[in-house]
């Protein structure tokens, strides 16, 4: 018994100290171990906390999914060409400072490379965007609830006629999902 609780304080202090070191891969090994020793919830609980810091691609859609199916609708499914023209998005809203659905000066909110993945899969298309006004990476459940509390962007993320999505996340708080209707 001494020599169990002796491992788990030994796993507890390496983790504390790990994952301010090491980030998540050092949470992610310490996860594995001490699920080794049977506190697989313990570490679990503590994985959670970290993801949630930061929103990531697979965090957003699940949530997003998980919403459409509180409301009876089938989940999206992530598209690699929706996956690139959202990042693309994403990343040129964080390069060039600009937070609206068209590309400056112009009326559209695609570029050509983006719309040429967009074509490629949609008959029709739309857009969801959100950011952080201090720059800051933002967390799944902050951009799931500001889009749920617009009254359009909620529309987007519940419209039953989108199969398909892409999620694109920048650093400097910036998240945008193209929604698709198959061609």
């Given at each position: 018994m001494k020599r169990e609780q002796k491992q788990n304080n030994i796993l507890a202090i390496i983790f504390a100290i790990a994952v301010p070191i090491f980030g998540i891969y050092a949470a992610?090994?310490?996860?594995f171990a001490v699920d080794l020793y049977g506190k697989q919830e313990q570490a679990s609980s503590q994985l959670k906390m970290i993801d949630e810091r930061t929103a990531t691609i697979g965090s957003v859609l699940d949530a997003v999914n998980a919403e459409r199916a509180k409301n009876g609708i089938a989940p999206?499914?992530?598209?690699p060409n929706l996956q690139k023209s959202a990042q693309l998005k994403a990343d040129d809203m964080?390069?060039?400072g600009y937070r609206q659905h068209n590309l400056p000066g112009t009326n559209s909110m695609y570029s050509d490379d983006m719309q040429a993945l967009v074509n490629q899969q949609c008959k029709s298309s739309s857009e969801n965007y959100v950011y952080d006004k201090?720059?800051?990476?933002?967390?799944t459940s902050e951009a799931l609830n500001w889009w749920l509390g617009s009254k359009s962007h909620r529309e987007a993320l519940l419209d039953s006629s989108y199969t398909y999505t892409g999620i694109g996340i920048s650093k400097g708080g910036v998240i945008v999902q193209h929604f698709c209707v198959a061609s």
């Open positions: 992610v090994a310490t996860y999206l499914v992530s598209h964080t390069i060039k201090k720059g800051e990476d933002m967390t």
